[in-house]
């Protein structure tokens, strides 16, 4: 029985760029589909159900960000836009609307490629180590199931992507204890900073994260700042024990 092909949807009005990476991709081993603008990309989403979208922001008819917001309204799926050189707020716009990661304009393939396999690989269901054998964890009205990868606020089933779910679950399994963002980065997301920039990608996955989680965002009490270092989510008490 032929195993299953993950499929890559690549959203370029390019047509050399999206010929290089169906080419590319469909080489180790992808199922690739392509669009040419924004219209297109969100037919040919609801068409073919993919497993991860390639997204380029300039594109006529919709634009990247335009197709971001509207994939994430009906779907949780792993984006990874890619932006112009240079242009610090397109990236961290793409992230605020929901992409899971970037990557500029020039990039290598190859580069493309190891990110592709990166949130792919973090979106799958994997348990960190620090949770419980139940992967059951109540803090307050929050409940964090690892072993579903769902989350619920009260009785309200909270929606996550599957990063932010990742870099929830990783503060979670080292409750109390910081973690640098270049840390988070490489846990999650599977790449060393080159960039300052590149921790922005955290700074901004943190930000989503309190507006879901968080009763007040501005004032956290969940995932804190740890100044000087990165993120901690607060210490979780075990049964029994008391706050101090």
Known sequence: MEAHKEKILVV???????????????????????AADGEEALDTFRDTNPDLVVLDVMMPKLDGYGVCQELRKESDIPIIMLTALGDVADRITGLELGADDYVVKPFSPKELEARIRSVLRRVEKNGAPGIPSS????VGSIKIDTNKRQVYKGDERIRLTGMEFSL???????SGEPFSRSEILQEVW???????????????????????LEDDPSNPELIITARGT???????????????
């Open 12 to 34: 370029d009005d390019e047509a050399s760029i999206r010929r290089i990476l169906e080419t590319r991709l469909s080489m180790i081993g992808y199922d690739v589909v392509t």
């Open 135 to 138: 992967g059951v964890i109540t």
């Open 168 to 174: 929830l679950e990783l503060l979670v399994s080292r």
């Open 190 to 212: 599977g790449y060393t900073p080159e960039r300052h920039v590149d921790t922005r990608v955290v700074d901004v996955h943190i930000s989503r994260l309190r507006a879901k």
């Open 230 to 244: 990165g993120y901690l989510f607060q210490r979780i008490l075990e049964p029994g024990e008391e706050k101090d």
